[in-house]
């Protein structure tokens, strides 16, 4: 039998969840099924269970207790009206027999059981840019012929429209900039162009890269602003059909079976990937280790609005390894590169329960700035604990951060992080199921995040996505001709991902890592950390890498160096400071600060300007396909040329 739960009050009314084999789970932790927004609900509030072919409701020792038709229950098993109460929302609880006039709405939205031979059907798991931008290239490539299913819990309804949900609902909306790359934004429709670089709605603060499409430099845009227009554009689509729920694989396994295709774009911790993890394989997280340790990075994102010009940011950016600011008009994220001591005291504090949580390190949230010097978390009702302790190490070097940018401390106004993970996985490509008598076989893909790294400069994982995206539409729009798909009919789009998880995470592995003039490889969080412990009386040992000098040697060197990448990047980028400019803002920071950023390093060119690998040249009618050999970087500080495996001559900024 069927069963639903409506909500009724809060911000999930008007919604419904069709209850399948898998519980549904209500709480304040953003991993919970259902996001209660009020605080008088717990981390993990209450479960619905199936149990014996009936639903069981079990509160899971909240607080403030679960509640059906006002009473307060630990057990109880649903019966059709219901009424179940969770912090201040209520849902109702519906069988079969009530759901005529309760209907389900993501069902409303599923394509109908029986579509023409000739139509692709395919299913994409994550409406994010990579997702959206998928279904709306592929709906271009075979027009009439495809029909896309799009899944998402961060979507709602809004009258007949769907929307991303906002702070109210659970939903913190991703406020980055990020840099697109002109061969990734040139590859999108013009209709997708259009949507996105609006009059006002992009910058071209960074030069033109080593291979970028025509000298068109990248472009800097939010990402909020990215999913709202691909969202809308998408909703125009007949052929592209938007449920605003998370996907479940157990509970759409029957109709996973008459798809085509299933892409798999929710995110790095994706849980449709988990479920088929067989099929694609254990990713090795080897390859990316350093002394045998698995090496990764935590970042902090500070929000911030910087009143430097774009050529003084960029330049300012390029010439250290510790903070990287990229921003629309000087509005964007301020990201600031963790030792390990100062990641453990990324840690919210909860005032109630005078407990610390790590929900701003591993989740992660966005905690707004509210009262003061109070950053709060809105899903978990914690506050940023290192600004609360004004004196401490990490919060001074924050501050610091914001002085080089010369942002106001009132102008920092939310924090967040997120953590530089790679892996090696060794398919993009499966087969979940195979052609039979009642099902066309099943084909899966891995996209975006599901398939690659995040990485420290913002926006090259979108660039990795959208080049994903690309790839796997030009693939189906080519080979699809109404017959069951084959392993052969996807040999270059393995190829091309193959490529592009080489090229990704070299260049991610070149932002974690530097080796020295003595061939000694190290974590660069490493170095900043060696960097701000205190000088040896005597000056440092001969070979040992720490200066002894002092702070106005530390801030002739810094300039040094920004001098020299002034230089170079002066054709591409007019407006850079002159020298008296810059020694009196850089001369304003602590003695500290302008070793940590000296001993710190430049960031390689490749890594700020480079374009990620070019479709392109993997469907071209005679180009030849194989599939790149993973191997880990040898010297991760030598840079590629992007269309050789040769070492390039002074390429570093």
Known sequence: MSSVIVGQSGPFSGQSVLLGTAPLRFGRKSDNDVIIVSTSASRLHAEIVEENGAYVLHDRDSRNGTHVNGRRVTRHVLESGDVIRIGDETFL??????????????????????????????????????????????????????????YDGRWTRAGSDV?????????????????????????????????????????????????????????????????????????????IRLVPRRFDVAEHEHRLAQEHVLVISDGGRSRT???YADRFGRADASVYSLDGEHLHDLVLGLRVKSPLPDPMSVLLTVSQNRFLLNSLRGEGFLNMRLTREEAKAVVGIDPVRQVFEDCVAARPCVMSRQDGNEFVCPTHGTLFLPALLRGSALWKRILEGLKLFGV?????????????????????????????????????????????????????????????????????????????????????????????????????????VATD??????????????????????????????????????????????????????????????????????????????????????????????????????????APVYVARPTPPQDPRTPLDPGSSEPVAGSHT
């Open 93 to 150: 609880y519906e069988t079969q027999e009530a759901m005529e006039t309760v209907m389900d709405l993501s069902q409303a939205d599923l394509p109908p059981a029986v579509a023409h031979p000739g139509e692709l059907r395919v299913t994409v798991v994550g409406g994010g840019p990579v997702g959206l931008a998928f279904a709306l290239l592929l709906e271009d490539a075979l027009p009439g012929n495809v029909a896309v299913t799009v």
């Open 163 to 239: 929307v991303w949900k906002d702070e109210t609902q659970g939903n913190v909306r991703r406020q980055q900039v990020v840099t697109v790359q002109s061969r990734q934004y040139l590859a999108l429709t013009e209709e997708m162009r259009q949507a996105l670089f609006g009059a006002g709605e992009f910058s071209e603060m960074w030069p033109v890269g080593p291979d970028s499409v025509a000298g068109r430099p990248p472009r800097n845009i939010r990402i909020a602003y990215i999913e709202d227009r691909l969202l809308e554009l998408a909703a125009r689509k007949p052929a």
């Open 273 to 275: 990937r988990e479920h």
């Open 408 to 512: 106001p401390e009132e102008d920092l106004s939310a924090v967040t992080s997120f953590r530089l993970d790679m892996v090696q996985r060794p398919r993009f490509t499966a087969q979940l199921s195979r052609a039979t008598a009642n099902g066309p076989g099943t084909y899966g893909f891995l996209l975006g995040d599901a398939a690659n790294a995040i990485h420290f400069w913002p926006g090259r994982g979108l660039n990795s996505g959208l080049a994903s995206a690309t790839s796997l539409a030009r693939s189906l729009g080519r080979v699809w001709r109404g017959r069951p798909l084959r392993d052969a009919d996807f040999i270059r789009h393995e190829a091309a991902m193959s490529m592009l998880q080489y090229r990704h995470k070299s260049r991610a592995w070149n932002a974690m």
């Open 517 to 622: 003039d003595r061939g000694v490889t190290r974590a660069i969080k490493d170095i900043i950390a060696r960097s701000t412990e205190p000088l040896p009386d005597a000056g440092a040992t001969a070979g040992s890498g720490i200066s002894g000098a002092s702070g106005d040697s530390d801030l002739d060197a810094l300039l040094a160096r920004v001098r020299a990448i002034r230089e170079r990047l002066a054709p591409r980028l007019p407006g850079m400071p002159g020298d008296e400019e810059l020694r009196a803002h850089l001369a304003a920071l602590t003695p500290e600060t302008l070793r940590t950023l000296r001993e710190s390093g430049a960031w390689d060119t490749l890594i700020v300007g480079g374009e990620e690998v070019d479709i392109d040249l993997f469907y071209q009618s005679d």
